[in-house]
């Protein structure tokens, strides 16, 4: 049986999306599988990556209109018959939400959570969340001024984290530290800022998907050995803590999680206590690790939705290493201008 | 000690020991990783002392100062 999966987020810039990630794993299943990239750039890489990725096609932005985002994804449909849809990024996650009956009307599925577990896992109630799954969260506080920074800073003392809305993280010593980082990440992603009591330990992450039904299709966790500016993974090992794993499950079974997510946590050097950090709602974009560890979890999910029998063990080594690198493809002109003037990529061989 | 803890570290032969709870890796010199097979084989402080003092050209109390020494570090580490 053949599928054919359109995937997002095929954008694996220096802020790496996990759609590559996802084609490569679908790719190397053994499911026959067609892929389909779904870009918001026709600079996007992904479009190039021809050995994972079979077509690309130009999306309208997801803060534009619903309408036109729709008849977009009806357009690719009438063409490739599209069976799954894997939506890779945050920022799309809240159209899908709001569109996914309209998609499965028409014969595409998708495994996303719903807008209540989307507004669970919030950053700004993260306390709200560990106290749900039995984990601690480290104190902290929204501001979106200079005055709520220094009530914050005051509050939680030094050193503290200071973080963006999106991206960036910085440990502040001092008032003046805090100051300028806060201008820095409010002047690149906006706000609220979040200032964070600082806790001293290693940071860690859980990749899972959830079947909606509070049942885990497989968990892998890593130690993050290295991470860029941004807070990206960069380079990772696999580890195996089951006190960290069982938490998880708690995750997937405490907010009867639906579809792919991340679970990023803090182990504290004195205690070992687990400080929940995060809970991304989609596949991260190392998601080719745990699949190249046996734990293909965009298999999975495309199985699950497919009504195809499924792996759900988590079962891998620990001791393996992801390394992340750059490379470099040198493709014609042509393809760029193929993709920038008719929103699509040639079929292979054309 | 926490010798469920010690049953799964990792150990190799050239000393790199890597902890698959934490992810977290080191490298023990000859002696250390001496001291470190022998607590895996369930052996105490008193007995490794004893090992040790066969096998290396050392007083009883520079022995017991290193089995310790590299103790406490193992606690540091939270690897016992």
């Not at chain 1, 993260?126 to 501001?143: D, N, Q, T």
């Not at chain 2, 709870?21 to 007995?47: C, F, M, Q, R, W």
Request: charge should be negative; aromatic fraction near 10%.
């Amino acid at each position: 049986m053949k599928i054919t999966v359109a995937v997002s987020g095929i954008n694996t810039i220096d802020n790496p999306g996990p759609g590559a990630g996802i084609c490569r794993a679908l790719k190397e299943s053994g499911m026959d599988v067609r892929t389909i990239g779904l870009a918001y750039d026709a600079l996007e890489p992904g479009i190039y990556l021809d050995h994972i990725i079979d077509k690309s096609y130009i999306m309208p932005y997801p803060s534009g209109s619903r309408e036109a985002f729709i008849e977009r994804i009806k357009d690719i449909h009438s063409r490739e018959s599209i069976d799954v849809i894997i939506s890779a990024l945050d920022a799309e996650l809240p159209i899908y939400m709001d569109i996914e009956p309209v998609l499965k009307d028409i014969g595409i599925k998708m495994l996303i959570p719903s807008k209540e577990m989307f507004r669970l896992r919030d950053k700004l109630r993260l306390k709200e969340l560990a106290e749900k799954i039995g984990v601690k969260a480290p104190e902290y506080m929204s501001c979106t001024s200079l005055a709520d920074l220094h009530n914050a800073v005051n509050e939680l003392g030094f050193p503290c984290m200071v973080k963006g809305p999106f991206y960036e993280a910085y440990k502040a010593n001092s008032p003046g530290e805090a100051e300028g980082y806060f201008g820095k990440i409010a002047a690149a992603w906006g706000y609220p800022i979040i200032v964070q009591k600082f806790i001293q330990g290693d940071e860690y992450d859980v990749i899972g998907c959830g079947d909606g039904n509070g049942n885990d299709i497989g968990v892998f966790a890593i130690r993050k050995m290295t991470i860029t500016k941004l807070g990206k993974v960069w380079n990772a090992v696999s580890i195996r803590n089951e006190k960290l794993i069982e938490a998880t499950k708690r995750v997937v079974k405490g907010l009867s999680w639906r579809g792919g997510f991340e679970f990023e946590v803090l182990l504290e050097d004195k205690t070992q206590e687990i400080y929940v950090l995060e809970i991304n709602p989609r596949f991260p974009a190392w998601v080719y690790f745990p699949a190249g560890c046996g734990i293909n979890l965009p298999a999975r999910m495309v199985q699950l939705l497919t009504g195809q029998d499924y792996d759900t063990h988590s079962d891998y080594k620990s001791g393996k290493l992801m390394i992340r690198y750059t490379n470099e493809l040198v493709k014609d002109i042509s393809d760029f201008e193929q993709i920038s003037t008719f929103g699509e990529t040639s079929e292979k061989g054309e | 000690m926490d010798k469920d803890k010690l049953a799964v570290l990792a150990v190799s032969e050239s000393g790199f020991i890597f902890d698959p709870v934490t992810g977290h890796s080191y490298t023990a010199n000859a002696t250390g990783l001496k001291i470190l097979e022998l607590l895996k084989a369930g052996k105490e402080p008193d007995e490794i002392r004893s090992v040790l003092l066969d096998e290396y050209d050392s007083t009883e109390d520079e022995v017991s100062v290193d089995i310790n020494d590299f103790i406490e570090n193992l606690k540091k580490y939270f690897l016992i």
